[in-house]
Every structure is written in structure tokens, then in C-alpha cells.
């Protein structure tokens, strides 16, 4: 038996026998968006739904975010030109006073122009930097005899952030490149640390269980400089070598926090007969890895943008690993931990604070011993 079909004026009017008054849009809308938004609200109320409304606010601020750097900013950038009559550039250099928010301002402007010349001048070589700035001027259509000093505060400031690239690409490799005992200029470097440290104290043998006495852990060092490399040991012979005299009360302070050179009243508040010591040389490769992180992180930019006039060198990090050791000693000694099995929570603690301190954009890590004399040139 064949299928009859029915006529559309009989469904319509079937239809209208069951449907009451035909529904508006509006109320479609707001029937179908109850539907899928009551199990939701319902979903959000619960831990699981309020680690997703946690993240959908998180992509929405980083979608509004980009939204404002790449046009609004833009926008604004280009409004403000036409009002000044000058370039971004121009008004960081005129308005900004040298140093790290100098520096830091110009380093993001170029980072993130839509010109490939100025993205790409935050790593040029140095040599190049010169003719980087003649490039910039002429895009930027600025008359460098009307200007004069734009380009001798654009040449510091690229100086200093490529200086800042390039010493990471040098700390970096020492830190890469592994302790070799048949090496005889790491060799060599072992043995004056030694020398620097314990100057009235000669070594009876390379394989020894004297290196415990400068805070090694075993007989032979260089099982210790696996995690950072020649770094460590650059470090800890810079701070021997450079500011001997603070480098040897360290490790005497380390090995006997009672003798260490407080007043009485001090040694009785600070409950030194009960300090606990630590490993100076262990120590001092730990304090390397901090200060590697803070130069990669670019936790150190404030520190040294501050401090060199032109590009930082291996010495600058140096000699803020020297600051680093050096108040750290003292912070360990503040905190009097209980056991050495508190030196993680100790660390961390004095890692934060120097980070909050980095985070003023004046700071300069200020100079407590001969290392770093002459060092700020602000």
C-alpha cells in the first residue's frame, strides 16, 4: 500500500489546531539559549567549572591584550606622533632618563614595530650598531644634525641590549662546557682557587679529602661542577681571587658561624651558638645557578643597565655573582635555619627578594666589597 500525501493546507491547519500563537524570534532565542546556558551556569559552580571559567578569563584577557597591541597601541602610537610631531623613539629618548627604564623602554619599542629593521636591531653584531642607527633614522625620517643626541642615546642603549644578548650567549657557554681534569688549564684553575682560599695551607694531592675544607663534597671536585659547568668554577676563583680578603671570612664564617665577626649583642640575638654553617664551594655553585637564571629570565636587565654605561661583559656577571654570595652569607645567617636540610627554603627566600628588588626599575645591586669598586656608573 502506497504512501498518501497529505496536502500542505492540511498540515497547516492540523497544526494550528496544537500550536497556540506563533512564538517571536526573540523567544526562540532566549528558549534555546536557556537550554545550553542552565547546564553551564550549573557547570561553573563546581571546582572543575571554576577552573574553566578561570582559564576562559585568562584567554579573554590575552585575546583583549592583543587586540590593544596590535591596533589600539598602534593607534595611539600614530595619534601621538601626529600631536608631537615625533617618533616613539623620540619621545622615550627625550622624556626617559638614562639607565634601565631608558633602555627597557626602547628595547620593547623596537621588539614589537612592525618594521623589520627595528625588530631585528635588538641583535644585530656590534660592529654594526652604527650603521643600524643610520638605517633607523632614515626610515624614521629624523635629521640626525637637527637631532643629535637621539642617535647617542639610541647607540647606548643598543650597546647595552646587545651586550645583554651576547652575554648570555657567553655565560651560557661556560656553563655548557664541562669540567676536564686532563685539562690543564681547568686543571690549573682548580688548584688557585685552592691557593686563593687556603693561602697558608698547601694541598697534599690533587685527590684529596682537603677539598671538603673549602666546601666541596667529596675528594675530587670536579664530580660538583656537573651542574653548572665551568661557570661555577670561573666564579668562585673570580670571587677569590678579586676580593680574597671577603672571600676567605666567607668561608671561615661558613665553616664556623660562631667565630663569625659580630657584635656581642649581635652574636646573643642572632643565637650564633646555635648557627648552622654550609658548603662553601657547594654554595657558591648554587648562587651561580641563581644568577644564570636571573641573566636568562632577564631579572638582571635592571642590574646591569643601571650599572654599564655600554654593553655588560663577563665581569659585570661576575662580579654580581660576588654581590649575590656575599649577601647571601649574610641572609643565612638572619634566617639562623635550624639544619642545613633548610638551605632550599633559605634560598628561595633570598632569590625572591633580590627578584622584588630587580623590579624597581633605579635598582643597582650596590657594592658591599673591592670586586665591584667603581662598578655603578649611573
Known amino acids: 500500500m502506497g504512501c498518501v500525501a497529505v496536502p500542505s493546507e492540511i498540515t497547516r491547519e492540523q497544526g494550528n489546531e496544537y500550536d497556540c500563537k506563533p512564538r517571536s524570534l526573540m523567544v526562540d532565542f532566549f528558549l534555546g539559549f536557556s537550554c545550553w546556558w542552565w547546564p553551564l551556569s550549573i557547570l561553573f559552580q563546581s571546582p572543575i567549572g571554576r577552573v574553566l571559567s578561570f582559564v576562559f578569563d585568562r584567554m579573554l584577557f590575552q585575546v583583549c591584550l592583543y587586540f590593544y597591541c596590535k591596533f589600539l597601541w598602534r593607534c595611539l602610537k600614530f595619534v601621538m606622533r601626529k600631536l608631537t610631531g615625533r617618533c616613539e623613539l623620540q619621545r622615550i629618548c627625550y622624556s626617559t632618563k638614562p639607565g634601565a627604564s631608558r633602555t627597557m623602554k626602547i628595547e620593547t619599542s623596537l621588539r614589537d614595530s612592525k618594521s623589520k629593521l627595528l625588530q631585528t636591531s635588538v641583535s644585530v653584531h656590534p660592529d654594526a650598531i652604527e650603521k643600524t642607527i643610520e638605517d633607523i633614522m632614515e626610515l ?184 649575590l654570595m656575599h649577601e647571601f652569607h649574610k641572609f643565612w645567617i638572619e634566617e639562623d635555619p635550624t639544619d642545613i636540610m633548610e638551605f632550599n627554603r633559605v634560598r628561595e627566600k633570598f632569590r625572591k627578594r633580590i627578584i622584588k628588588q630587580l623590579r624597581n626599575p633605579d635598582m643597582a645591586l650596590c657594592p658591599h666589597f673591592a670586586a665591584s669598586e667603581g662598578l655603578i656608573n649611573m
Open 140 to 323: 624614521k625620517k629624523i635629521n640626525p644634525d637637527i637631532n643629535p643626541q637621539l642617535g647617542i642615546s639610541l647607540q647606548a642603549c643598543l650597546l647595552q641590549i646587545v651586550g645583554y644578548r651576547n652575554l648570555i650567549a657567553d655565560v651560557e657557554k661556560l656553563r655548557r662546557e664541562p669540567y676536564d681534569s686532563d685539562n690543564p688549564q681547568h686543571e690549573e684553575m682548580l688548584l688557585k682557587l685552592w691557593k686563593f682560599l687556603k693561602p697558608n695551607t698547601p694541598l697534599e694531592s690533587r685527590i684529596s679529602k682537603q677539598w671538603c675544607e673549602i666546601g666541596f663534597q667529596g675528594d675530587d671536585p670536579k664530580t660538583d661542577f656537573r651542574g653548572m659547568g665551568l661557570l661555577g668554577l670561573y666564579n668562585l676563583q673570580y670571587f677569590a681571587e678579586r676580593d680574597a680578603a671577603a672571600a676567605q671570612q666567607v668561608l671561615s664564617d661558613s665553616l664556623h658561624p660562631k667565630c663569625s665577626k659580630f657584635s656581642k649583642a649581635e652574636w646573643e640575638k642572632k643565637r650564633m651558638d646555635k648557627a648552622i654553617g654550609y658548603s662553601f664551594a657547594i654554595v657558591g655553585i648554587n648562587i651561580t645557578d641563581l644568577a644564570y637564571n636571573l641573566l636568562v629570565s632577564g631579572a638582571l636587565k635592571t642590574h646591569f643597565y643601571n650599572i654599564a654605561p655600554e654593553a655588560p661583559t663577563l665581569s659585570h656577571f661576575q662580579q654580581t655573582f660576588c654581590y
